[in-house]
C-alpha cells in the first residue's frame, strides 16, 4: 500500500517503518496516527513479520506534533468530545507497547514531544550520536501524551522523569544513554545497520517465546511476584509444547543451526 506519511517494507521478515514527513521534521499529523496503526494492524495479522524497525527520513526522528493538528484539535467542541477524539488517537501507544512483534527504535536528529512518547513505547531504543531529546509538552502549555508519563518513570525514574517533563529541558544522547532514557548510541552513519541487524537477531528466534517473554516483561512493570509466577507457567507451558523448541533442543542436540517457523 501507500502512505502519504510513512514508508513501510518486508524484507527477510523484518518490517522497517519509516515515518515520512521530512520537510516537517516527520512531526505527527491526524493521518501519521491513523497510518501508523494501520500498519501495526497489518503486521501484526500477516503472520511473516517478526520484528519491526522503526526511523525517521530526513534530518530527525520526529520534532513533535504538527502544530496545524493541535489547531485541529483545539477546535474540537465540546470537551468530552476532544476528550473521545483524543482517546481514538493516543490509543497508537497501547497499541505499539502490547504488539506482539518486537521493535526497534532508530533514533537520530531531533526526537521530541509525541515523538519521543513514540519512541519510548519501543522495545529497543538505539540513538546516534546527534540525537536531541526533548519532553517539551508543558511549554506549549498541555501535558505529556501517547503514555509518556507511564513509560518514562519506569525508565528513567520518577525524580528523573518529574525533573525532565516540569523543565522542558532538551538533552542530548549521552545523558539519554546515561539515565536510561535508550540502550546505545550508535554512530551516525551505523544507525540504520545496527538496528535492522538488531531486529533481524531478534527475528530469527522463536517468536512465540519472544511473544510470551515481551507480554510477561510488560506486565511485571505494575504486576506482582505471584501475578508474574503464575504468568510464566502457563506461557512456559504454551512454549515447552511448541514446534519452535522442540526444533531447538534437536539442533543443540545434533550441534546444528536451528530453523525456527514461529510455531
Same mark, same amino acid.
Given at each position: 500500500?501507500?502512505?502519504?506519511?510513512?514508508?513501510?517494507?518486508?524484507?527477510?521478515? #523484518?518490517?522497517?517503518?519509516?515515518?515520512?514527513?521530512?520537510?516537517?521534521?516527520?512531526?505527527?499529523?491526524?493521518?501519521?496516527?491513523?497510518?501508523?496503526?494501520?500498519?501495526?494492524?497489518?503486521?501484526?495479522?500477516?503472520?511473516?513479520?517478526?520484528?519491526?524497525?522503526?526511523?525517521?527520513?530526513?534530518?530527525?526522528?520526529?520534532?513533535?506534533?504538527?502544530?496545524?493538528?493541535?489547531?485541529?484539535?483545539?477546535?474540537?467542541?465540546?470537551?468530552?468530545?476532544?476528550?473521545?477524539?483524543?482517546?481514538?488517537?493516543?490509543?497508537?501507544?497501547?497499541?505499539?507497547?502490547?504488539?506482539?512483534?518486537?521493535?526497534?527504535?532508530?533514533?537520530?536528529?531531533?526526537?521530541?514531544? /509525541?515523538?519521543?512518547?513514540?519512541?519510548?513505547?519501543?522495545?529497543?531504543?538505539?540513538?546516534?550520536?546527534?540525537? #536531541?531529546?526533548?519532553?517539551?509538552?508543558?511549554?506549549?502549555?498541555? /501535558?505529556?501524551?501517547?503514555? =509518556?508519563?507511564?513509560? =518514562?518513570?519506569?525508565?528513567?525514574?520518577?525524580?528523573?522523569?518529574?525533573?525532565?517533563?516540569?523543565?522542558?529541558?532538551?538533552?542530548?544522547?549521552?545523558?539519554?544513554?546515561?539515565?536510561?532514557?535508550?540502550?546505545?548510541? #550508535?554512530?551516525?552513519?551505523?544507525?540504520?545497520?545496527?538496528?535492522?541487524?538488531?531486529?533481524?537477531?531478534?527475528?530469527? @528466534?522463536?517468536?512465540?517465546?519472544?511473544?510470551?517473554?515481551?507480554?510477561? @516483561?510488560?506486565?511485571?512493570?505494575?504486576?506482582?511476584?505471584?501475578?508474574?509466577?503464575?504468568?510464566?507457567?502457563?506461557?512456559?507451558?504454551?512454549?515447552?509444547?511448541?514446534?519452535?523448541?522442540?526444533?531447538?533442543?534437536?539442533?543443540? =542436540?545434533?550441534?546444528?543451526?536451528?530453523?525456527?517457523?514461529?510455531?
Amino acid at each position: 500500500m501507500d502512505y502519504d506519511t510513512l514508508q513501510w517494507e518486508v524484507t527477510d521478515k #523484518v518490517g522497517i517503518l519509516t515515518l515520512n514527513r521530512p520537510a516537517k521534521l516527520n512531526s505527527f499529523n491526524l493521518r501519521m496516527f491513523e497510518e501508523i496503526k494501520e500498519v501495526l494492524r497489518q503486521a501484526e495479522n500477516d503472520g511473516t513479520t517478526r520484528a519491526i524497525v522503526i526511523k525517521g527520513s530526513g534530518t530527525s526522528f520526529s520534532a513533535g506534533g504538527d502544530m496545524e493538528f493541535l489547531k485541529y484539535l483545539q477546535e474540537i467542541e465540546p470537551a468530552n468530545s476532544l476528550e473521545n477524539a483524543l482517546t481514538d488517537i493516543l490509543d497508537l501507544g497501547d497499541q505499539l507497547y502490547n504488539l506482539q512483534i518486537p521493535t526497534v527504535v532508530a533514533v537520530h536528529g531531533y526526537c521530541l514531544g /509525541v515523538g519521543l512518547s513514540f519512541a519510548l513505547l519501543g522495545d529497543i531504543r538505539l540513538a546516534s550520536e546527534n540525537a #536531541v531529546f526533548g519532553i517539551e509538552f508543558i511549554a506549549m502549555g498541555i /501535558v505529556p501524551d501517547m503514555g =509518556l508519563m507511564y513509560t =518514562l518513570p519506569r525508565l528513567i525514574g520518577p525524580a528523573k522523569a518529574k525533573e525532565l517533563v516540569l523543565t522542558s529541558r532538551r538533552i542530548k544522547a549521552p545523558e539519554a544513554e546515561r539515565i536510561g532514557m535508550i540502550n546505545t548510541i #550508535v554512530p551516525d552513519a551505523e544507525l540504520e545497520e545496527k538496528a535492522l541487524k538488531t531486529a533481524v537477531q531478534m527475528g530469527e @528466534l522463536p517468536s512465540l517465546a519472544i511473544k510470551k517473554a515481551k507480554k510477561g @516483561l510488560n506486565q511485571s512493570i505494575t504486576g506482582q511476584l505471584k501475578d508474574m509466577l503464575n504468568y510464566e507457567s502457563k506461557a512456559q507451558a504454551a512454549c515447552l509444547k511448541s514446534e519452535d523448541h522442540r526444533e531447538a533442543v534437536a539442533a543443540f =542436540l545434533a550441534k546444528r543451526k536451528p530453523e525456527f517457523k514461529g510455531k
